[in-house]
Each structure stands twice: as structure tokens, then as C-alpha cells.
């Protein structure tokens, strides 16, 4: 198991800015480029725009855990995984979807954009209620790892 | 531009008035949680029928889409008016949501202000 870090910040869209940089910090420590550090940084902030908003409902003030890990394998650091725990109402995974972007119209984007980043986004039912939500980014064959 | 003109998240930094449009200077990252004053800014300024919003975002660092979702909306109303909306200046990294979002061909978007009065 690789490096890990653990935040927990409370719902206001105000803490969403240094989750951002937690994650574009930890990127970059796990050898991802700047465009890839930027692109998980705003998957990490859609899921959470969408848990404030859908399972608290936009309340400011419900707990939420964020834990991101460097994903290692014989020494190498293979990608990243972020975790998204929240404890309020949970969604039937199956009817979480993007729209169709010829619908051109405000919200709905943040689905896609986190599917369209990330390599892996599962839906988890904890015991203890909420929901726990996996992305994953891996390093692809041929892409060049940055020290 | 009056101080009355500029909102408490001082996500607008500066709107100015210029001949056939309306500038606004738009600053740091447009998330949940400066995009609703961003919004309501652009709501007002359009409700005044400008007859173009030209939208600088020099200094936009980031953006989600709850800014985007802000910048669609304000472009459908305005085009109602039948005004225009336009954006400049964009970031490497606001522009790639734009791309995500496949949004950069709906919008007119221009490499400087200069560029998009001239348009």
C-alpha cells in the first residue's frame, strides 16, 4: 500500500478549494503530469459538488471523508485512488448517469466529467449508511510518468 | 463601476461599460462556492439587454461545472435578448472543461478582448 492522506472537511463549497490541492499535490507526489493533477482535481471536486448538493441536500454543515492513496505495486507507484465518504441520502447507483452533451443546458456535467477523467468510478454502500464513492486513475502503458 | 456593482465574493473583480458592451473582469477559481454570486452579477447585468457581455477570464484559475452550468445559463438568456456572450482569455485548464464538457464550440470564445470586439 502506498502513501495515504485523509481529510475530512464539513460540506460548505468553501472547503472545496484545498481538496483540490490536496489532490493535485498528491498527484504530482504519485508522478502524474500537471493536465492529469488538474483533471482528477476537478473529478474530486465534481463528486464532492455532488454530494453536498444531492445527498445533504446544500446543508453546510455534514461530514464528509475524503482519503487519497498513491496505488503501489513492487515499488511502483501505479495511480491513484480517492475515496468520497459521505453519510447522508444514498442514490441507487444504477440511475446515477451524465446527460447527453448535445443537451445543452446548465447542470448535469459532473458525472460525465468524472467518468471521462478517471479510469475507475464505483458506488459503494457502506455499513453505517451514505455512500462511498472510488475513483481510480492509473498510469497507462506509454504514458510517461513525471518525477 | 460603482462599488455597488461588485459582489461580496469578489468573484467579479471589475465591470465596465463600453461602447456596444458590457466587460466583465472575472477572477480566481469559479466553483459551488463563488459561482452563485458570479450568477447573480450576470443576471442583473443582462436584464440591463446589454447588447454583448464580453466575459474576461484572465484571471480565472479554475473552473467546475457549476461555473459552466452559470456560463450556459447566462448565455441562453442573453441570447433571448438576443444579445451576445462572449468569452476571453481563457486558461489552459479552463479550457479543458470547456473541451470536456464539449461546450467550446457553443460558446464564442476569443484569444483577447480586443479580438472579441472586433468579432
Known amino acids: ?147 | 463601476m460603482s462599488p455597488a456593482e461588485l459582489d461580496g465574493s469578489q468573484v467579479v473583480k471589475e465591470i465596465r461599460r463600453l461602447d456596444q458592451a458590457v466587460a466583465v473582469d472575472i477572477r480566481g477559481d469559479v466553483d459551488l462556492h463563488r459561482s452563485p454570486a458570479l450568477r447573480e452579477t450576470l443576471a442583473r447585468l443582462i436584464e440591463e439587454n446589454p447588447v454583448r457581455l464580453v466575459l474576461n477570464l484572465t484571471e480565472v484559475g479554475y473552473m467546475d461545472s457549476s461555473g459552466v452550468a452559470t456560463l450556459v445559463e447566462a448565455l441562453q438568456r442573453i441570447q433571448r435578448k438576443k444579445g451576445r456572450l462572449q468569452l476571453h482569455s481563457l486558461r489552459p485548464r479552463v479550457r479543458s472543461i470547456f473541451e470536456i464538457a464539449r461546450l467550446e464550440t457553443i460558446f464564442e470564445i476569443y484569444a483577447s478582448e480586443d479580438e472579441a470586439l472586433k468579432a
Open chain 1, 1 to 147: 500500500m502506498g502513501r495515504c492522506e485523509n481529510l475530512t472537511i464539513l460540506s460548505d463549497p468553501a472547503n472545496l478549494a484545498k481538496v483540490r490541492t490536496a489532490v493535485e499535490t498528491s498527484g504530482k507526489r504519485a508522478g502524474f503530469d500537471k493536465k492529469n493533477c488538474d483533471a482528477m482535481a476537478l473529478a474530486v471536486d465534481e463528486a464532492l459538488t455532488n454530494v453536498i448538493r444531492h445527498a445533504y441536500g446544500g446543508a453546510p454543515d455534514k461530514k464528509i471523508e475524503i482519503s487519497i492513496e498513491e496505488l503501489n505495486e513492487a515499488s511502483n507507484c501505479q495511480g491513484l485512488m480517492i475515496c468520497i465518504r459521505d453519510f447522508g441520502k444514498t442514490v441507487d447507483a444504477s440511475q446515477i448517469k451524465g446527460r447527453e452533451l448535445t443537451d445543452v443546458r446548465p447542470g448535469g456535467l459532473g458525472v460525465h466529467i468524472m467518468h471521462e477523467v478517471m479510469d475507475e468510478v464505483i458506488y459503494e454502500r457502506p455499513p453505517g449508511g451514505g455512500t462511498c464513492l472510488r475513483m481510480t486513475k492509473y498510469h497507462h502503458r506509454g504514458e510517461k510518468k513525471k518525477n
